[in-house]
């Protein structure tokens, strides 16, 4: 019994797919290559989101602060020399003390392996040098374009006494 139901049902099956074949995928023709194609998943030019009062899922519904590009400060130029060294990249190597004021000499190493010899009354960048003594050099600092009577003092002491 169980073996006329079985050969009952392979019958049935077997006039269905005679009667009713499948259709065979047919293989695609090769589609001439298009060079104006866009991207798949760009928006077509004449898109237009029609909201019907929703928003639009992707837009960020919270909008961001615009920034406004701070304008880059003047760079500042120096000049060469001594004249362009600032109290901060000047350290102190040597000084030469005599009974003669003004023949005190400090020697300033600087940035970039120079070496200056400077008096009292010699300018830096952004100071004057003020003093010289036998362990340390006076400048008198100020910002550069400010009032020269607000300066501040600054003494340095010798390269080698300050370890």
Do not use: C, W
């Not at 169980?2 to 005679?18: A, D, K, P």
């Not at 010899?117 to 910002?143: P, Y």
């Amino acid at each position: 019994m169980i073996q006329r139901v079985f050969t009952l049902i392979g019958l049935s099956i077997l006039v269905v797919g005679l009667a009713f074949p499948q259709a065979q995928p047919q293989k695609p023709a090769a589609l001439p290559q298009q060079e104006d194609q866009p991207p798949v998943l760009s928006v077509p030019k004449d898109y237009h989101y029609n909201a019907r009062g929703r928003r639009d899922p992707f837009v960020n519904p919270v909008p961001k602060p615009v920034q406004k590009a701070a304008p880059a400060p003047p760079a500042i130029v120096r000049p060469p020399g001594l004249r362009g060294v600032l109290v901060t990249e000047a350290d102190i190597i040597g000084i030469v003390v005599s009974r003669e004021p003004s023949m005190n000499v400090v020697t300033i190493a600087a940035p970039g392996g120079k070496r200056y010899f400077a008096r009292v009354g010699d300018a830096l960048f952004d100071a004057v040098l003020k003093g010289i003594k036998a362990d340390s050099v006076t400048f008198a600092v100020t910002t550069p374009g400010a009032d020269p009577t607000a300066a501040r003092e600054v003494v340095r002491k010798m390269r080698g006494e300050n370890k």
